[in-house]
């Protein structure tokens, strides 16, 4: 009798969009079912497990963060916009609307969604040093929310996850001076068992060993027992692991020949074979990803896999299908890679290019509207998110090339640091972004 041998799991590109900044999270109610949010303001679904997908929801002014499903029809996604925090859904995405009557203590941005069940969700932040950290939860399947400061435990929060509706973590970093700066953290991983009434930082025996400009971006658990932290710092890559349940983590340097550095995305099958990636280096290129079989103490480049990855997620035990998230969605199953690479995504119609680009100021950002064009919208986040320029506004524009001249500073006229910003261009109800590193 012959034995039927299966095809190797491998990474693939789905033919989700590419998001020129980035597709930042992804959930999927099964092995075909998944949603993903990008920096186009976009929440997209997919039912046949990437071959094709829809647009459920787009917002020329929101920076999408995070996504998370309770069932096939109830989900919520988390924005860093402070005005629109939170969306929800009740029909599987069909229509999304804001979450209203938020806590006083809601985050001011909604950096992780960890989904408990149809009752019970948490959601955790934000990434940002100068403004508190904070979690909020739901236990009535987000009739209400109750928010709760963690000011005594961390300066800023990115990631969460709850098995239970008592027992879970956030992780982000805590400073001990004050008004910090990400240069002043360290990073924190902090546990509850009561449902956030209390927490203890379990990375607190390591704390001599933890640098200082670094901080906990994902978190992965494989079991009860096995879990991951990737660790975010602009100059290196590193993660926690855990092999006891979250009692004691040990730090491993990401130690690759290609030295990747500025991470965020983590993703591991087992408790040996995981892969991180990320922006790759300080000034966010390389977009760099890395792999271990060895439980993270070398690595290897894994390039091929995907680029600029912050969220991998995997379905069944053992694993059947994986998606991870980054410039575009990528899948990993037994489907054969296409012989020829995949054109990642229809040239731009706005932007002369959405590839990162390298500017002095003032910018001058080439802009083309087409024929028709009801609206023209231009804006500006930094690096993180954080809005810091409503450059276009501008009904029945005037079809054409033009050159949008932007001085490097806020909506209040305040010149801004040098450093990586993300333009969105939108027209009508589409739009396209681009990474813009401003030398000085």
């Not at 071959?51 to 109830?74: C, I, K, N």
């Not at 008592?166 to 910090?180: I, L, T």
Request: charged fraction near 20%; aromatic fraction near 10%; hydrophobic fraction near 35%.
């Amino acid at each position: 009798m012959t034995s039927v041998v299966s095809p190797p799991m491998t990474w693939r590109p789905t033919n989700a969009p590419v998001a020129s900044s980035r597709t930042d999270d992804i959930w999927f109610a099964g092995p075909d079912s998944v949603w993903l949010v990008n920096s186009n303001g976009q929440i997209m679904h997919t039912d046949d497990g990437g071959d094709s997908w829809q647009e459920q929801f787009h917002d020329e002014g929101l920076y999408l963060r995070s996504v998370a499903f309770a069932s096939d029809t109830r989900g919520w996604v988390g924005t860093l916009t402070a005005s629109k925090r939170l969306l929800e859904t009740s029909d599987g995405g069909a229509t999304w609307t804001e979450v209203t009557g938020l806590p006083a203590l809601a985050p001011s941005a909604i950096c992780g969604l960890s989904v408990v069940n149809e009752s019970v969700v948490y959601a955790s932040g934000t990434n940002y040093p100068n403004r508190p950290a904070r979690v909020m939860k739901t236990v009535d399947g987000g009739a209400s929310w109750q928010g709760l400061d963690m000011a005594p435990h961390a300066s800023l929060l990115v990631d969460a996850y709850f098995p239970t509706p008592e027992r879970g973590w956030v992780v982000g970093g805590k400073a001990q001076v004050p008004n910090p700066t990400r240069n002043d953290v360290k990073s924190v991983v902090l546990h509850t068992t009561d449902g956030g009434r209390t927490w203890v930082n379990q990375a607190a025996a390591i704390e001599d060993e933890l640098p200082f400009g670094e901080w906990g971006w994902k978190i992965q658990f494989l079991d009860d027992r096995v879990g991951f932290v990737s660790l975010e710092s602009f100059e290196r890559g590193a993660i926690l692991k855990t092999i006891d349940g979250g009692g004691s983590w040990t730090r491993f340097d990401i130690n690759d020949q290609q030295k990747n550095a500025n991470l965020e995305g983590i993703g591991f099958l087992d408790e040996d074979h995981g892969w991180v990636g990320g922006w790759g280096t300080a000034d966010f290129k390389g977009g760099f990803s890395s792999e271990t079989t060895d439980g993270g103490r070398t690595w290897a480049d894994a390039n091929h896999i995907g680029s600029f990855l912050n969220r991998f997620r995997f379905f069944g035990d053992p694993v059947t299908v994986g998606y991870a998230s980054g410039l575009t969605v990528y899948k990993y199953s037994p489907e054969p890679v296409p012989a020829e690479p995949r054109d990642l995504g229809p040239p731009t119609r706005f932007l002369r290019s959405n590839e990162p680009a390298d500017e002095e100021r003032p910018v001058r950002i080439p802009v083309t509207v087409p024929d028709g064009a009801a609206h023209l919208a231009v804006n500006v986040w930094d690096r993180f998110g954080e809005h810091v320029r409503h450059l276009v506004d501008e009904a029945q524009p005037q079809p054409g090339r033009r050159d949008v001249e932007w001085e490097v500073d806020d909506d209040a006229g305040q010149a801004l640091d040098a450093g990586s910003y993300i333009l969105r261009v939108t027209v009508d109800n589409s739009s396209e972004s681009q990474i813009l590193r401003v030398r000085r």
